[in-house]
């Protein structure tokens, strides 16, 4: 399903019929896959721009740079999710290669607002060395603001979800933000394929997956 972002529900749905059960679920997870993957290219992009513009300059001026990372701000509230905020964080600083726990520290600092802002710069003055690694920063995160049942919360509304109004690559997005709030025990492939089916919208798409599978 490589070249579904220009094709409709119709033409998509005419693709499946084409094709045997195992290689349908085969295509319906590299299509939710795929949406994941697109982020992290971005990612990679940003990387490969960031090192083009620091070539020839000086090492404290690449390191400043190394600084300005696309990731999301944490604000600490009950609408953030912080489990997926760890998942966007690690995914950044893998992508650009940056190692030692000072400077991971720096640049997860750097990317709180709000309520965690204030918490963490709250313990720093009381122990500048508090956050010792990346590790620690996010154990003392996770205690202070991960809200009781939050992954099972996330489960819940996974296992649940429905296409509703969305278009497929929304919906598909959809499912792939709840499935990366869920950490702990991982949704396995085969759930996350049977949800994506069962929650899509009546049409010919979900009647030609439904007659093959079930």
Same mark, same amino acid.
């Not at 953030?80 to 650009?96: G, H, K, P, T």
């Not at 950490?183 to 994506?196: A, K």
């Given at each position: 399903?490589?070249?579904? !972002?220009? %094709? ?13 059960? #195992? ?7 590299? @299509?939710? /896959?795929?949406?994941?993957?697109? *982020?992290? /290219? ?12 620091? %070539?020839?300059?000086?090492?404290? +001026? ?16 009950? *609408? ?5 905020? @760890?998942?966007? @964080? #690690? ?9 030692? #726990?000072? $400077? /991971?520290? +720096?640049?997860?600092l750097s990317n709180l607002t709000g309520r965690a802002k204030t918490w963490a710069l709250g313990l720093k003055l009381h122990d500048p060395n508090v956050f010792e690694s990346l590790e620690i920063l996010k154990a003392r995160l996770k205690e202070k603001f991960e809200p009781p !049942?939050?992954? @099972? !919360? ?28 869920? +950490?702990?025990?991982?949704? #396995?492939?085969? +759930? ?12 010919? $798409?979900?009647?030609? %997956?439904?007659? *093959?599978?079930?």
């Open positions: 399903m490589e070249d579904s !972002r220009l %094709m409709g529900e119709p033409a998509i749905s005419g693709m499946l019929e084409s094709l045997s059960r #195992d290689q349908q679920h085969a295509a319906i997870n590299k @299509f939710i /896959q795929g949406e994941l993957a697109v *982020e992290r /290219q971005k990612i990679a992009l940003l990387q490969q721009q960031g090192s083009h513009q620091s %070539m020839g300059r000086p090492t404290h +001026t690449r390191r400043s740079e190394t600084l300005k990372i696309d990731i999301s701000r944490y604000k600490g509230t009950d *609408e953030d999710s912080l489990l997926r905020w @760890f998942v966007e @964080f #690690d995914d950044a600083i893998r992508a650009r290669h940056i190692e030692g #726990d000072e $400077m /991971q520290v +720096t640049i997860s !049942r939050a992954e @099972f !919360r996330a489960r819940s509304a996974l296992l649940k979800l429905k296409q509703g109004k969305r278009d497929v690559h929304a919906y598909a997005q959809h499912l792939r933000y709840l499935s990366s709030s869920v +950490t702990e025990n991982p949704v #396995d492939e085969h +759930t996350l394929i049977n949800v994506f089916i069962y929650g899509l919208v009546d049409g010919p $798409m979900k009647t030609y %997956m439904f007659r *093959e599978d079930f």
